[in-house]
């Protein structure tokens, strides 16, 4: 089975421009969840999708949006780029009825805002 | 809220078992997980533990007491590559989000 797969792995943007990331999640899952990733803060939580519907949002600003399509496919969108929204971008498929305990990751996309 | 803490930095030498311990505090609880990721790699699923007890995937083990609010991920035959950081993490309420605790650097010595 193939796994998580996120587009693009790198991205350089502007402060002010918008970026979209793309995550492509495990054959079957159609739950996918996006995580920040910096060295100060670690693992934040962003969103969760199921079925095309967003059960949960962290504590992000509502620069941060996302959805999910009808094949699980998801994107998150990030608009009016910050310096401090440089991180790994993360994404994370789980299988029905694991509550999200079992959370299998793509590579990541790492942006780079200048 | 929901939190889990985790020691920061672990040390050991090759062959040597570590534990690494993680408390939570959660309010409704579905199990806990653990992760690991090499530096400028992503998180990789090791292992979860939804009821009390040790499950064991060949040199790692994980172990939850749910009446302690306690886990701990246990790596035997310790080698160079397990040097990576390692995650607890915990569904939030709903079981919509997975909160980690902020990772342990585990450094493996010859």
């Known amino acids: 089975k193939a796994g998580v797969t996120q587009t693009p792995r790198y991205l350089i943007k502007t402060r002010g421009q918008q970026v979209t990331l793309s995550c492509s999640p495990i054959?079957?899952?159609?739950?996918v969840s996006w995580y920040q990733q910096t060295p100060g803060q670690g693992l934040q939580f962003l969103f969760e999708y199921f079925s095309e519907t967003q059960r949960n949002k962290g504590n992000f600003p509502g620069r941060f949006s996302g959805r999910q399509f009808s094949n699980s496919r998801s994107e998150m969108n990030v608009s009016t780029l910050e310096l401090g929204d440089s991180a790994l971008y993360l994404c994370a498929s789980s299988p029905v009825g694991t509550a999200n305990l079992k959370a299998f990751f793509g590579q990541g996309t790492r942006l780079t805002v200048v | 809220g929901q939190s889990l803490e985790q020691p920061s930095e672990v040390t050991a030498v090759e062959g040597a078992i570590v534990q690494i311990n993680c408390t939570y505090q959660t309010s409704g609880f579905y199990g806990l997980s653990w992760y690991q990721q090499h530096d400028g790699g992503a998180p990789t699923f090791l292992s979860y533990?939804?009821?009390?007890g040790l499950e064991e995937t060949g040199r790692f083990s994980s172990f939850l007491s749910r009446s302690d609010s306690y886990g701990y991920l246990l790596l035997q035959e310790l080698q160079m590559k397990d040097s990576a950081s390692y995650f607890c993490a915990a569904p939030n309420q709903a079981g919509t989000a997975l909160i980690f605790g902020k990772g342990t650097t585990l450094s493996v010595s010859s």
């Open positions: 054959s079957g899952h159609r739950s």
């Open positions: 533990n939804a009821l009390d």
